[in-house]
């Protein structure tokens, strides 16, 4: 298997074009103007899934049932912000550094997410666990399970691991289809990949 990264510098083309609310399909017309409203804009990773109503509708639902959780927006964004870094997702990591200040967080606990670290003990527990879920793809060690039950209830856990795959689902899709960054541009911690 032959495994191909990008620099995050490096000039490339989308490999299909985000469409405009006018011209996407019927069924997710509706969607991408709900996102403009509330975003201020479509962003192109969300109007590129719009060209699929099941890919757009996938993002769309996992985001809507991640919003019932109990950790929150900010452990949410610091969690995107570290997984982005993990996986060396460029369009992700700039999404969520803006959001993440749109959140409450601080340049600083950014920062550290992007490291792969927090200020939070909570916090840096689920985005321990989150590095063992992703560099193991999904087999982890009792003792990553235990160190991460120190900080999280069950539910937490089970809560971290979908909210990680959730944002493996758009850092692959962005590596995958090498989506237009429309975003203020943060460079990835290569030490943070996994």
Do not use: W
């Amino acid at each position: 298997m032959t495994i191909y990264f990008h620099d995050q510098m490096e000039s490339y083309m989308a490999r299909i074009e985000p469409t405009t609310i006018e011209n996407a399909p019927e069924s997710t017309k509706g969607t991408l103007e709900g996102i403009k409203a509330q975003l201020g804009k479509v962003p192109n990773l969300l109007g590129t899934l719009g060209k699929s109503p099941a890919a757009l509708n996938s993002y769309v639902n996992q985001k809507e049932a991640l919003s019932t959780g109990v950790l929150g927006d900010q452990v949410g964004e610091s969690l995107a912000l570290a997984i982005a870094n993990f996986s060396q997702c460029g369009y992700c990591v700039s999404a969520h550094n803006v959001i993440g200040k749109m959140v409450g967080l601080s340049e600083e606990e950014r920062e550290l997410n992007r490291n792969g670290q927090s200020n939070d003990p909570k916090t840096q527990a689920a985005i321990d666990f989150a590095r063992a879920v992703v560099g193991g793809r999904g087999f982890i060690s009792d003792n990553d399970f235990a160190k991460a039950h120190e900080h999280l209830s069950e539910s937490e856990v089970l809560e971290v691991i979908a909210i990680t795959t959730f944002n493996l689902f758009t850092n692959y899709m962005n590596h995958a289809i090498e989506t237009e960054n429309d975003f203020p541009e943060v460079e990835l911690v290569a030490s943070a990949a996994v």
